[in-house]
Nanobody, 115 residues
Framework: QVQLVESGGGLVQRGGSLRLSCAASGSIFSIDIMGWYRQAPGKQRELVATLARNGSATYADSVKGRFTISRDNGKNTVFLQMNSLNPEDTAVYYC?????????WGQGTQVTVSS
């Protein structure tokens, strides 16, 4: 029904920036909420940010002020601008689309921040 493809991950030094993209294809509904999660080695997957179609955004406390989520509704694409990166941000970042009780996931993109 829905396919999510992430891009933009890579290796950066402490204090650097990356911009992640997530392109959604298939049947996209107006109720869908898109966002980003991440999972570091040995840790649970955690919320990074979400953005509803009306512009309502949520952020994890650990990334507030450093990360910004945005979307292009016409292209069904969500972005995550990550600034002031630190090694604690190292994780696999997953694109997420939430539709009522259902969740769709991308395959993940690796972000590594060196100290």
């Amino acid at each position: 029904q829905v396919q999510l493809v992430e891009s933009g991950g890579g290796l950066v030094q402490r204090g650097g920036s990356l911009r992640l993209s997530c392109a959604a294809s298939g049947s996209i509904f107006s109720i869908d909420i898109m966002g980003w999660y991440r999972q570091a080695p040995g840790k649970q997957r955690e919320l990074v940010a979400t953005l509803a179609r009306n512009g309502s955004a949520t952020y994890a406390d650990s990334v507030k002020g450093r990360f910004t989520i945005s979307r292009d509704n016409g292209k069904n694409t969500v972005f995550l601008q990550m600034n002031s990166l630190n090694p604690e941000d190292t994780a696999v970042y997953y694109c997420n689309l939430k539709r009522a009780a259902y969740n769709f996931w991308g395959q993940g993109t690796q972000v590594t921040v060196s100290s």
